[in-house]
């Protein structure tokens, strides 16, 4: 493919993008292919000749829509949103244009420069302390999601209660002090935050959480209290902003002073609930923040930026970027030390230009279109809420706060909204994912599309109330 062929294909993906985004709603919201169904549609191996874009443009009807669940209908109501919009993709298209591996200020200025600016623009939206704004010892980046922020987060506590603890005791090797630590998440914490702790290699204590499914400073001190009588070291606190359960919110006024009190890293994780925040009458769940040591959320959750998409800030940067900095002669720029060379502030040497989707979306939309998105989500909630609560057989089962509605039916097994559930995936019309908190089974409801409407809202209740009647007849 030459410059000419490239023109017009890509006039003609665009097209189809545009096309495609336009109507997603005349197309089923869940793929009902079986496993294997694309090997039974593709060669065996790579073609000898070299096809025509023709006849590749083709197979995506053929080959890959089938197999597509589509995040982006307005009838997608599982799991939490996956944003999308074409300031992004036109961002993420000049990206791959460019296609530089910003690993270092050097390999690209721009790729550097315009990420510490657009984690400054977030940072300051979200009213974050200074100290996680660049200019001093912290600052934000760019990675690829929330669990690998928890990850890296992690990895900078761990070097900190290194350095500390053979501060006190030169003669300590790292395995000494790495076998006894132990990090402390809620019990309605996403998996992410355990699996941080097996990478990592250090105990991980789940917390329970109160009737609110929240994680409370008073469960916290106990937790650490019973593992320091065993002698282990509590170095990590993960807390979760809007949970993926039941988009609950740990306490950060009753948490944070317990880890300052323990010298625990305080890590945020607000990857969804995050982007709400930017609103001001969201912003009190973020109260609590300036005790943390590092927090993040995912601009490609609900802040129309595409996935991937994670914000990251750090208080102090050093921990993570000093005890794992390589520096090859081959690095090496002249202006080492100046810029931030950011691939020390991930696990992946390189990265790719995510902050120009970020900035396309920042400018185009502004801040004002940005809080009327999330409001007119967090509204179409509240309006399935009343549904649900003008029918005497279904009940919430959790407060309503951002853009997700947990319910089931009333005084019913377990097993019968499981049954609800799986006949509402069965219809595929909507799609839907159940959860279990305290041993109780409910389904979620989250607000995801951008299309999405008072009338979908409707025609979805419309389809779960014939359903659950179908259900609870039988």
Known sequence: MDAEEFRSAGKEMVDYIADYLENVRERPVVSAVEPGY???????????????????????????????????????????LSASSYPAILGDMLSDGIGCLGFSWKTSPACTELEVAMMDWLGKLLQLPEEFLSGGKGGGVIQGTASGSSLVSLFAARSRILQKKKAENPDLEDSDIIKNLV?????????????????????????????????????????????????????????????????????????????????????????????????????????????????????????????????????????????????????????HGKVPDLRHWQIPFGRRFRSMKLWFVLRMFGVKKLQEHIRKMVQLAHDFEDLVKSDSRFEVTHKV????????????????????????????????????SKGRYFLRFAICGNQTTTDDIKFAWKLISETAEKVLDS
């Open 401 to 436: 706060t951002m853009g997700l509605v947990c319910f089931a039916l009333k005084n019913q097994s377990n097993e019968v909204n499981e049954k609800l559930l799986k006949s509402l995936t069965k219809d595929g019309r909507i799609y839907l994912v159940g959860c279990k």
């Open 183 to 335: 990090a402390y998440t809620p019990d309605e914490a996403h998996t992410s935050a355990e699996k941080a702790c097996l990478l990592g290699g250090v105990k991980c204590h789940v917390v329970p959480t109160d009737d609110e499914e929240s994680m409370r400073g008073e469960a916290l001190a106990k937790a650490i209290e019973e593992d320091k009588a065993k002698g282990l070291i509590p170095f990590l606190v993960i807390a979760t902003l809007g949970t993926t359960p039941t988009c609950a919110f740990d306490n950060l006024l009753e948490i944070g002073p317990v880890c300052q009190r323990e010298g625990a890293w305080l890590h945020v994780d607000a990857a969804y609930a995050g982007a709400a925040f930017i609103c001001p009458e969201f912003r009190h769940w973020l109260n609590g923040v300036e005790f943390s040591d590092s927090s993040n959320f995912n601009p490609h959750k609900w802040l129309l930026v595409n996935f991937d998409c994670a914000g990251l800030w750090f208080k102090d940067a050093s921990y993570l970027v000093d005890p794992f900095n390589m520096e090859p002669v081959y690095l090496r720029h002249e202006h």
């Open 38 to 80: 694309l090997k039974k549609l593709i060669p065996d191996a790579v073609p000898e000749d070299s096809d025509k874009w023709e006849d590749v443009y083709k197979d995506i009807e053929k080959v890959i829509m089938p197999g597509v669940t589509h995040w982006q209908h307005p009838n997608f109501h599982a799991y939490y």
